[in-house]
């Protein structure tokens, strides 16, 4: 693409856009609703001690996310730039590193994403013909699943494929329309679902495990991989959202979109865990054992589940696993449009090569992520943290490091940049465009708090406390 300077009346044109404000949101919650919200978000709870945990992400995701999402919409749209060119075109050159940083994280975020991405595919085909007992084992390091490397390595290269086909089109139609039908359906399967946990021995307990919350059990960790979730399930803090809202027309209303996408990626997690907690105490005879097991807890839960369905059980498996495979697909692209939209925009490479060399390039540093799952003993076992009780495998270690540390750590600077350098005037004015009730209101007092205070100092906090306590075994709060 030839480089048009965004002063050029047709940039936009040139650039791309989305065809209206629906499909600025269908992309954004396309790119928000994942793995992070089915996969993720259900064993991050089951870490975090339950309900206490989906309290604290609550809180994070409306009172400290919005702000930043809105906050990068601005940034993205005001520029029309990918994260490193947005802080070079306001004028703050220095403070392009946050954009950077970005680029790293969604570099290494994609890197692991796309390897649960191949197991969620993988388990298409597995549900179909019936193979319930996969996940048995999973995340114990003895799953024949996980360590058939050749299999996972397959499904990866197809999706990464996928993803590098989808985001070569550039800002596409296709998947603004598959979005609007597709995430419906998984809506809808999730809602059935629900419906039929409820229904099953023992779902009171999951219930009250993910409801009722045990204030006693707050701990450093518990917060921190809160806020975590919250950015990563939010697409926040890496500047996935500056580089689609670069695509946002003037007229749209950033913070009304904003809101409908928190709140359709919030309802999503919040569903995907009502349907989960009655599943965990169904197969576990009520003792919620496995419960906190990790990445492997829907793998290992979900088939037992299809099964206890009877005939149809490998449609519905497959079905679902399909749906998810979908959702995590809109999720790559836009984790790989913004490597790319760096490369293509200040580097001057081509969009196809930009892609396909990028897309391979994270490929190969997801090989890691793909053996620490039982294959290989050295990245299984990767790392032991000071006063860990036990070792931490590869891809955790990248996500923990990815997406508990550098999101937030991103966020963070993002409301540093908008409040101290380039001011929250300027942002205001960015936001009140296409919302014209915006100045004044209560909500444009409570963005500003936000991003001035409130956000800098909580976001600031929790990732001292991070660092200090996943690595250093620094315990802040017992
Ligand atoms: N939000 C996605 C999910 O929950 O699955 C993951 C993700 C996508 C994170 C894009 C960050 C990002 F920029």
Redesign the pocket.
């Known amino acids: 693409m030839l480089y048009i300077s965004p002063q050029t009346e047709n940039y936009m044109a040139v650039r791309g856009q989305f065809s209206n404000k629906l499909g600025f949101i269908m992309a954004a919650a396309g790119?928000?609703?994942?793995?992070?919200?089915i996969?993720?978000?259900p064993f991050e709870v089951g870490q975090g001690g339950g309900a206490i945990f989906v309290l604290m992400y609550l809180i994070f995701c409306f009172a400290l996310c919005f702000p930043v999402m809105v906050t990068e919409i601005a940034i993205g749209r005001k520029t029309q730039r990918n994260p490193v060119g947005a802080f070079n075109a306001l004028g703050f050159r220095n403070w392009n590193i946050v954009g950077k940083l970005g680029i790293l994280?969604?570099v290494l975020?994609l890197s692991f994403?796309n390897v649960v991405a191949a197991w969620a595919f993988g388990y298409v085909f597995e549900m179909a013909v019936g193979h319930f007992n996969v996940g048995a084992g999973f995340g114990s390091a003895e799953s024949a699943y996980t360590t058939d490397i050749v299999k996972i390595g397959i499904y990866g290269i197809v999706f990464m494929t996928a993803t590098a086909f989808i985001v070569n089109q550039g800002v596409s139609k296709g998947i603004e329309k598959a979005t609007k039908i597709l995430m419906p359906t998984l809506i809808i399967m999730i809602l059935g679902l629900v419906i039929y946990s409820l229904t099953l021995d023992h779902s009171m307990k999951g219930l009250s495990f993910y409801l009722k919350p045990d204030f006693s059990a707050i701990k450093g960790k518990v917060v921190y991989s809160a806020l975590g979730q919250a950015?990563?399930?939010?697409?926040?803090?890496?500047?996935?959202?500056i580089t689609y809202g670069s695509y946002v027309s003037k007229k749209d209303n950033i913070l009304s979109s904003a809101a409908l996408i928190t709140l359709m990626?919030v309802g999503i997690?919040f569903i995907a865990g009502l349907m989960m907690f009655p599943f965990v105490a169904y197969m576990s005879n009520g003792t919620m054992e496995g419960v906190s097991g990790g990445p492997g807890l829907i793998f290992a839960v979900l088939p037992g589940v299809f099964e206890s369905l009877g005939t149809i059980g490998p449609v519905i498996g497959a079905i679902f696993f399909l749906l998810l495979s979908f959702?995590?697909l809109t999720?790559?692209v836009?984790?790989l449009e913004?490597p790319v939209a760096y490369a293509v925009d200040e580097h001057g490479v081509k969009r196809k090569r930009a892609v396909w060399l990028v897309a391979g390039l994270i490929f190969i540093i997801g090989i890691p992520s793909m053996l620490s799952g039982g294959y290989s003993e050295f990245f299984t076992g990767f790392i032991q943290y000071v006063k860990a009780e036990k070792a931490t495998d590869f891809l955790t270690f990248v996500s923990d490091t990815a997406?508990d540390t550098f999101?937030p750590l991103g966020g963070f600077l993002i409301t540093v940049f908008a409040a101290y350098a380039w001011k929250r005037n300027n942002l205001e004015e960015e936001l009140a465009q296409g919302a014209s009730k915006y100045k004044g209101s209560f909500l444009s007092k409570y963005i500003s708090i936000a991003i001035t205070v409130v956000c800098p100092l909580i976001l600031g906090s929790i990732f001292i406390l991070t660092v200090l306590s996943k690595f250093f075994g620094v315990q802040i709060f017992a």
């Open positions: 790119s928000a609703v994942g793995l992070g919200n996969w993720k978000f994280s969604g975020i994403y950015f990563f399930s939010l697409s926040l803090g890496m500047g996935a959202l990626d997690a959702a995590a999720s790559t836009s984790l913004v997406s999101l």
